[in-house]
C-alpha cells in the first residue's frame, strides 16, 4: 500500500497501535505452566475488544489468532497445548486489520531465568530491526535494508535467515513489494516510493540460516537448529525517513 492522505495514515497508526498493545499485553502475562493456546486466548480477546480481526486466521485459517513459537520454532507456531517453561524463547507475532486496513508486528520474549546469551541475542535482534527500518526513506533501494542489517550481522558474528523476507502491508496482510530481504546482497533493484507500507522483520540468529515447515503444516523451524530471534514493525517510508506504525499506547 501507498498512503496518499492522513486518513489512510490514521487508519494504520490506530490498527498498529491495537496489534502492538496485544502483543506487549500477550507478553507481560506470559508465565510458565502457561500452554500457548491460553496465551493467545488472551491476545485475541484483547483484539476482539478493540474490534479488529486476527489476520492469518481470517486470510489462511491458520489455527489461532496470534502465532507463538517457542526455541527451535521460530514463526508461525500453532497455538496449542505446549505449556511454556522457565527459560523458553518466546516469539509473539500478532498481526490483524480493522476499518480495511492491516497491521503486522512481533517481537521475541524470555521466560525468566534469562541467560545472558539469550539477553544478548535479543538485545541484539532489536537493534538489527532498528537498524533495518533505519534505511527507509522515500528514493532509497530496498535493498539497503538488508545490507544494513547483514552488516551488523557479520560484524557481531550472527546469522540470518534468508528465507523469511519482509513484506509490504497495507490494505492487505501481504502485497506489494513482496519477499524484501533483510540480508545482504539481494541484488534487489527496487526503490522504496514515498508513502510505502512495509515490514522490516529481520531473523537473527546465532547459526540458523533457513527456516524449514514442521509437520503440522504451519511451524517454522530454525536450521540448523540454533537460538533465533525476530523484532517486527510496520513502517511507512516518508522523505524524512520512516515513521514506525507498531508502537504500543506507552510509547
Request: charged letters at 25%; a negative charge.
Amino acid at each position: 500500500m501507498t498512503i496518499t492522505n492522513e486518513d489512510e495514515l490514521a487508519g494504520l497508526r490506530h490498527i498498529g497501535r491495537i496489534v502492538a498493545d496485544t502483543m506487549q499485553a500477550m507478553a507481560k502475562r506470559m508465565e510458565p505452566g502457561m500452554t500457548t493456546r491460553e496465551l493467545d486466548t488472551i491476545g485475541r480477546n484483547l483484539l476482539e475488544r478493540e474490534g479488529a480481526v486476527p489476520a492469518p486466521e481470517a486470510l489462511y485459517g491458520f489455527p489461532g489468532a496470534t502465532c507463538i513459537s517457542i526455541n527451535d520454532e521460530i514463526a508461525h507456531g500453532v497455538p496449542g497445548d505446549r505449556v511454556l517453561q522457565k527459560g523458553d524463547l518466546i516469539n509473539i507475532d500478532v498481526s490483524a486489520s480493522k476499518d480495511g486496513f492491516y497491521a503486522d508486528t512481533g517481537a521475541s520474549f524470555l521466560v525468566p531465568p534469562i541467560t545472558p546469551a539469550l539477553e544478548r541475542l535479543c538485545r541484539d535482534g532489536k537493534r538489527a530491526m532498528r537498524i533495518g527500518v533505519s534505511q527507509v526513506r522515500s528514493g532509497k533501494p530496498i535493498s539497503a535494508i538488508g545490507d544494513a542489517i547483514g552488516q551488523f550481522a557479520r560484524k557481531n558474528r550472527y546469522t540470518l535467515v534468508e528465507n523469511l523476507a519482509s513484506h509490504g502491508v497495507g490494505r492487505a496482510l501481504h502485497e506489494y513489494p513482496e519477499e524484501i530481504a533483510t540480508w545482504s546482497g539481494s541484488g534487489d533493484k527496487r526503490r522504496i516510493s514515498k508513502g510505502l507500507v512495509l515490514t522490516v522483520e529481520p531473523f537473527l540468529s546465532r547459526g540458523a540460516r533457513i527456516a524449514m515447515e514442521g509437520d503440522d503444516g504451519w511451524t517454522l523451524y530454525s536450521t540448523p537448529d540454533a537460538p533465533t530471534v525476530q523484532y517486527e514493525h510496520t513502517v511507512v517510508a516518508t522523505d524524512n525517513g520512516p515513521i514506525v506504525l507498531t508502537l504500543p499506547s506507552a510509547a
